[in-house]
């Protein structure tokens, strides 16, 4: 996965782990020939790693390269091919579709780009050994705008992470399926000129045959967490013109491991959404004329945001997540004296736990020398703490993030 700072690569033939390397954004553009032979898009030298991405319209290939800029790191090389017709969400200069809700003020972004599915080899090196990959893809481009200010500034889309969207690309030899859906939370304000984004498009390219496949329901059917902010189970089901789509996905991989949270929308303080990425297999059917297709552990891949579901929304002690990926929620009981602090890593990390005043004096502390991604929960005894405001404190390698709290009797 390829991120605007980082490069995620996770390889389970080499050690198993979650890689986050350094790149340095913004991409630079060459498009004639000046340092690439194809049209690329490639970072300078700012980071600890150089990567780009060219391609070649002649083969219809897409070419990912990432190196190091010192002598020792991993470096990965990936030839893409695509399968079938892109799925078009708008164009790159409009006309545009409604990718979602901005978080912050009352308004809407909007975008045109493409995004497709299809097959990679890749080769991954870290100096010593090396290993050769193959395996499906899934490639997007797009461009955003917000629709009624003059500047995404202040409106939460700088970053566009917006509730609530699912991107989501299918493949098996003989069929592919790309799902764009894009959601108005409940309760958000904003009053779209034409409905969100919901389109699909569904290609065989055995047949080199492509369809339309807007008329679809995507539902999620179970979560990893109660709030309805990490799904892990999801179901497809819709027509198209020469036949059904009727699919289930069991997912096997998150990125990261506990999606990023975010908390409060300026319409409802209190709620949260997340963002990630997950990593299916599918089972079912597709029917096509007369002609039955079994879709048997088919790779899928997607991007998603989720806002919390109104049906199980509940207004939280504190809640305080950041981009480094840590995300605090905390509680008090006056019965028992205890503060509640449950915390989630995206990636491994040593991590300090920590409780201050609110003028900054260190009351609590416990420091770990790993702690796995994931959710972590631990507990301050604070029945000999004055009442008031305090401030608790997650360090990992990646940053650090608080939240705060109230300690009553």
């Known amino acids: 996965m390829f991120l605007p700072d980082v490069a995620v690569l996770y390889c389970s033939a080499y050690d198993n782990e979650w890689h986050i ?54 470096s990965l090389e990936i030839f893409s091919y695509p399968r079938g017709v892109p799925l078009w969400m708008g164009k790159p200069e409009g006309p545009y579709t409604i990718y979602g809700a901005c978080e912050d003020k009352e308004d809407l972004v909007v975008w045109g780009g493409f995004f497709e599915v299809g097959y990679f080899s890749a080769q991954f090196s870290d100096g010593d050994t090396s290993h050769t990959f193959l395996g499906g893809f899934l490639w997007d481009r797009a461009y955003h705008r917000v629709y009624f200010n003059d500047s995404a500034a202040g409106t939460g889309a700088e970053d566009g992470i917006v509730p609530t969207y699912s991107y989501i690309g299918i493949q098996q030899e003989d069929v592919v399926l790309m799902l764009a859906q894009n959601e108005k939370p409940p309760g958000c304000t904003v009053t779209p000129p034409v409905p969100f984004l919901h389109q699909g498009r569904i290609n065989f390219p055995l047949k080199d ?76 059917h597709v029917t096509y004329g007369d002609d039955t297709i079994q879709v048997v552990n088919a790779f899928g891949g997607g991007e998603y945001t989720r806002h919390e579901r109104d049906d199980i929304h509940v207004n939280h002690a504190c809640r305080s997540s ?5 995300v605090i929620s905390t509680g008090h009981d006056p019965a028992s004296g205890i503060i509640h602090l449950e915390y989630s890593l995206w990636r491994a990390s040593p991590a300090t736990v920590a409780l201050y005043t609110a003028s900054g004096n260190t009351v609590k502390s416990a420091a770990f020398s790993v702690q796995k991604a994931g959710t972590h929960r631990h507990q301050f005894d604070a029945k000999s703490l004055a009442q008031g405001m305090y401030i608790a404190n997650v360090t990992t390698e990646t940053g650090i993030n608080t939240a705060r709290i109230v300690v009553t009797r």
């Open 21 to 74: 390397l350094d790149v340095k954004a913004p991409l630079k553009w060459d498009d004639e020939g000046r340092i690439y032979e194809h049209p690329t898009a490639y970072s300078d030298s700012a980071g600890e790693y150089i990567q780009s991405i060219s391609y070649n319209r002649s083969v219809r290939q897409w070419t990912y390269n990432l190196n190091p800029n010192a002598d020792t790191g991993v």
């Open 209 to 284: 045959e492509s369809y339309l496949f807007d008329d679809f329901s995507f539902v999620d059917v179970e979560y990893v967490d109660t709030l309805g902010l990490q799904p892990s189970k999801q179901h497809i089901e819709g027509t198209y013109d020469s036949g059904e789509v009727y699919l289930d996905g069991q997912v096997f991989k998150f990125w990261p491991p506990a999606w990023w949270r975010f908390p409060g929308t300026y319409w409802d303080s209190t709620t949260q959404f997340s963002w990630g990425r997950a990593y299916y297999v599918w089972n079912g």
């Open 322 to 326: 950041n981009r480094a990926g840590i």
